[in-house]
């Protein structure tokens, strides 16, 4: 099918167009190669017969949008058609018609765009790179999980009796720092970030799968040194390290009967002030992206999700380096 035309804008488009408010995200903007993004995303709707569809494009930046501002589905259709600053970053006109919140869902649940999610990440870094805002030689990896509660997950009974939980979710036990033992029914997001909190790989699991059993999944094998919590610490884990030539940044674990030492506790004290990094990812997240809790049902539209959550978070975090350098530059100038 063919796509829709809205690159055509309007004497109406070019006047509204000049406020700072609308133009708030043209530095976001500027900062990718979207042609790029749109030849991976070609393959999607490409039958030239039927319906005209939307852009991949728009749809795909769409899902920025929705990320940013932490918007449902139907919100994101609302906002869309009356937000200038939205129209202005997807394309949209003021005389054009927007997707529906049906037609946001199944952009991205297509599993056309399921599949791209990882290339389109790792698209979106090497620009990054490219911009030496995202280093990639001898690059350091900070590996955690995030435990995210499903949509349902309170263990209640339909009218047939049946369990209304999330079947593909699971529980999590984990011992909070007070000592307390917390349940949570949902999913858990593996995540790998660099030094400056940019993510380099993602995984997305029940709630149920350990830490440990998706380390090296999110390893590229060519890291300096790799950072992780005390739930990483193994055998396995130690010998994974050493296969690879890799300097081992995990802190170390107590066990019963076998208190951490003091040398131990130190370098432990020493490693959490690099690991906070992907604390801090995990924080503002959930914080401000709404990652804490599932939007829907099932495990592969969640992973999705916090798929473009972590691609919209990278080119905020680029953008907001970029911004820092320019300042830093201006005031050397001065």
């Keep these: 099918m063919?796509?829709?035309?809205?690159?055509?804008?309007?004497?109406?488009?070019?006047?509204?167009?000049?406020?700072?408010?609308?133009?708030?995200?043209?530095?976001?903007?500027?900062?990718?190669?979207?042609?790029?993004?749109?030849?991976?995303?070609?393959?999607?709707?490409?039958?030239?017969?039927?319906?005209?569809?939307?852009?991949?494009?728009?749809?795909?930046?769409?899902?920025?949008?929705?990320?940013?501002?932490?918007?449902?589905?139907?919100?994101?259709?609302?906002q869309l058609a009356r937000d200038l600053l939205f129209r202005r970053f997807v394309g949209l006109g003021l005389a054009d018609s927007v997707p529906d919140h049906s037609t946001l869902w199944r952009f991205r649940n297509n599993p056309s765009v399921e599949k791209l999610q990882g290339a389109i990440l790792a698209e979106i870094n090497e620009q990054l790179a490219k911009k030496s805002l995202y280093i990639k030689a001898g690059a350091i990896s900070i590996v955690d999980a995030s435990v995210i509660q499903a949509q349902r997950n309170r263990p209640n009974k339909d009218k047939n009796g049946n369990n209304t939980q999330d079947p593909e979710a699971d529980y999590n036990v984990k011992t909070a720092s007070d000592g307390k033992r917390k349940t949570t029914y949902g999913f858990k997001a593996h995540v790998n970030v660099d030094e400056d909190g940019f993510v380099k790989a993602m995984e997305f699991t029940a709630g149920n799968v350990h830490d440990s059993q998706v380390f090296a999944e999110l390893l590229s094998g060519d890291e300096e040194k790799v950072f992780a919590d005390s739930a990483y610490a193994s055998e396995k884990t130690n010998a994974w390290l050493d296969e690879n030539n890799i300097e081992n940044g995990v802190l170390s674990r107590a066990y019963r009967n076998t208190p951490l030492t003091d040398a131990q506790k130190q370098r432990n004290k020493i490693l959490s002030r690099t690991r906070y990094i992907i604390e801090r990812f995990f924080g503002v997240t959930k914080l401000h992206y709404g990652m804490g809790k599932a939007r829907y049902l099932g495990l592969a539209r969640n992973k999705m999700r916090v798929a473009i959550i972590c691609i919209a978070h990278n080119i905020k975090r680029g953008m907001f380096l970029q911004r820092e350098i320019e300042q830093m530059q201006e005031s050397y100038a001065y």
């Design 2 to 78: 063919a796509w829709k035309n809205t690159k055509q804008l309007s004497l109406a488009d070019a006047l509204a167009n000049q406020h700072k408010a609308i133009t708030a995200l043209d530095d976001v903007h500027a900062l990718i190669d979207w042609e790029r993004i749109e030849g991976m995303l070609a393959c999607i709707h490409a039958n030239k017969k039927g319906e005209h569809a939307w852009p991949p494009l728009l749809m795909f930046k769409a899902m920025l949008l929705q990320s940013w501002y932490n918007l449902s589905d139907p919100k994101l259709e609302e």
